[in-house]
């Protein structure tokens, strides 16, 4: 089975840094893009970030551009964010995704919860 | 960059169908679309992948009672036999090589 299990969220001040890591098995890690989604509080989906199969290709959303890192590490089948200068308004629940071919979400994690709060 | 609209809320009553819509902005009415279901305290699921066509390829283990059909700019998710276990919002998504856009979501109640 498909599984993906976030990490890393918590609770910090703004201007901090976080780093969210998604341990991913039961699929061929290396041959699929991978993506996260944030939700805030009592809010809807909003894409994140999204990367390919080697890391290469890397795309952002504009709010989190210039201050989030994705990356991945294919023989450990994990994806990364790194989220630098944090604000208020990244406070959400970050779910990381696998995308199929077709570009579609078809499996996601359970979230990890990030809030950011002075 | 294409924008998804959708109702905010929908309901219907246990064992009838509803019928909830995505629309596509202005320019983006080809966009292939995907639909998700989150039920309340859960993750996301996805439900299907569904083409301007009509043609949709649905997700491991979704139930039959899930469809969904295009129109124009119009993209569809029809649950038929409502269950209570359907009650949850509804997402559509839209994506290319460089972004991804989600729709406000429907929240579905099941009366």
């Known amino acids: 089975d498909v599984q993906l299990l976030e990490s890393g969220g918590g609770l910090l001040q703004p201007g901090g840094s976080l780093g969210l890591s998604c341990a991913a098995s039961?699929?061929?890690?290396?041959?699929?893009?991978l993506t996260w989604v944030r939700q805030a509080p009592g809010k809807g989906l909003e894409w994140v970030s999204s990367i390919g199969v080697t890391g290469g290709a890397t795309y952002y959303a504009d709010s989190v551009k210039g201050r989030f890192t994705i990356s991945r590490d294919n023989s450990k089948n994990t994806v990364f964010l790194q989220m630098n200068s944090l604000r208020a308004e990244d406070t959400a629940v970050y779910y990381c995704?696998?995308?199929?071919?077709?570009?579609?979400?078809?499996?996601w994690g359970q979230g990890t919860p990030v809030t950011v709060s002075s | 960059q294409p924008v998804l609209t959708q109702s905010s809320s929908a309901s219907a009553s246990l064992g009838s169908s509803v019928k909830l819509t995505c629309t596509l902005s202005s320019g983006h009415s080809n966009n292939i679309i995907a639909w998700y279901q989150q039920q309340p305290g859960k993750a996301p699921r996805h439900l299907m992948k569904?083409?301007?066509?009509?043609?949709?390829d649905k997700g491991s283990g979704v139930p039959d009672r899930f469809s969904g059909s295009s129109s124009g700019a119009d993209r569809y998710l029809t649950i038929s036999n409502l269950q209570s276990e359907d009650e949850a919002d509804y997402y559509c998504?839209?994506?290319?090589?460089?972004?991804?856009?989600f729709g406000g979501g429907t929240k579905l109640t099941v009366l």
């Open positions: 995704g696998k995308l199929k071919l077709s570009g579609d979400i078809d499996y």
């Open positions: 039961g699929f061929t890690f290396r041959t699929h893009a």
């Open positions: 998504e839209t994506w290319n090589t460089y972004t991804r856009v």
């Open positions: 569904l083409e301007g066509s009509g043609d949709y």
